[in-house]
């Protein structure tokens, strides 16, 4: 198997009952589905790059398969490994049990989760609070992986549990009475020089994160795990559609695209402009904001630009529903890999 130099880590497993024929047809099936390059596709080999992140790659091995993931950094390694657990066990229920990764340090805490000092809660807009936190560790928040998932224990809980590695090497999670929300958060702005990061809370009532976020004060302790998958795309030419929840992801895309940039952004929010929430965009992608009262479709509108700018990147995040259609919309032209970023970020269910 061939990895690109940009990987240098690497691990490796054997899968001795799984048949290589019917891991190569799930994965390349996955790589059309959500539009990964393909670096390496044979009746004995195949390799997948994840979102920049770094690569799966499979190899027929006596009526076996043998794995390998690579990756850049020690906490993107360890995402991978959790992550190609779930896709065995899409092709196989079970398979995950029988994955061994070497070296396991059972017990331990899991290399991409980071212990964070709460620095200041600020609002933003009417509808946000702006955390800023303080880590000795944030190397791997770069702009090719800008989320990440709070990890909250129960409220009131005294005694919160982390996550730790099995002796296999993957992530046993907290059930039960110490299970722990684990919502997805963008990372707003960062400095490593000074350890400091800082994301944007959606505020809406009922939401864990919204309660956490209005009682946080300066000191207190904030888990978080990541990066996770999604970056600024690299592209000049941009479609764009959020809702408010992804309003912090679009803002920091915007703000760093090239000042030649073209294309447009749609924005919805319950008051529109009115949030208050900041967004600047270079002169030549308009931006434009909706109010979610006039049932607007974000699909549609990103179905109707695209005929007219089919070589424009396409980020679209907002609520599944609307995901689903416009994913099941543009499978019928098959998108190249590596053309769009399309994510649900709640769900109305």
Request: hydrophobic share 45%.
């Amino acid at each position: 198997m061939t990895i690109r130099p940009a990987f240098p880590l690497q691990a490796n497993a054997e899968l001795p009952e799984l048949p290589f024929a019917a891991v190569r047809r799930a994965i390349i099936a996955m790589a059309l589905e959500h539009e990964l390059p393909v670096i390496q596709n044979s009746a004995a080999a195949v390799t997948v790059e994840i979102a920049g992140f770094g690569h799966y790659s499979f190899a027929a091995r006596a009526g076996g398969t043998a794995i390998r993931v690579s990756a850049a950094l020690p906490d993107r390694l360890h995402m991978l490994k959790d992550g190609i657990a779930s896709h065995l066990d899409e092709i196989r229920p079970g398979t995950s049990r029988a994955l061994r990764w070497p070296d396991a340090a059972a017990g331990a805490l899991p290399p991409n989760v980071h212990f964070t000092t709460v620095q200041s809660v600020t609002p933003i807009g009417n509808a946000f609070l702006r955390v800023q936190v303080k880590s000795p560790d944030l190397a791997g928040f770069q702009d090719d992986a800008i989320h990440f998932r709070l990890l909250l224990p129960p409220p009131d809980c005294a005694a919160p549990e982390w996550p730790r590695l099995s002796e296999t090497g993957a992530t046993v999670w907290p059930t039960g009475e110490t299970a722990l929300h684990r919502p997805v958060y963008t990372t707003r702005r960062i400095s490593h020089e000074a350890g400091l990061m800082e994301f944007d809370i959606f505020l809406h009532d009922g939401g864990r994160a919204t309660e956490w976020a209005r009682r946080a004060r300066p000191g207190d302790r904030l888990v978080i795990a990541g990066p996770g998958g999604g970056g600024i795309p690299a592209a000049s030419n941009i479609l764009l559609y959020a809702d408010e929840t992804a309003l912090p992801a679009a803002a920091r895309i915007l703000e760093s695209l090239p000042q030649d940039s073209a294309g447009e952004a749609i924005l919805l929010s319950n008051e529109g402009e009115g949030c208050g929430y900041p967004v600047t965009a270079p002169a030549g992608v308009s931006l434009t904001w909706l109010r979610r009262e006039d049932k607007h479709s974000l699909a549609d509108r990103a179905l109707a630009a695209r005929k007219h700018a089919p070589g424009h990147f396409l980020w679209f995040a907002c609520e599944k529903a609307e995901v689903q259609r416009l994913r099941a919309a543009l499978q019928q032209d098959k998108p190249a890999p590596g053309t769009s970023y399309i994510a649900a970020y709640w769900s109305q269910s």
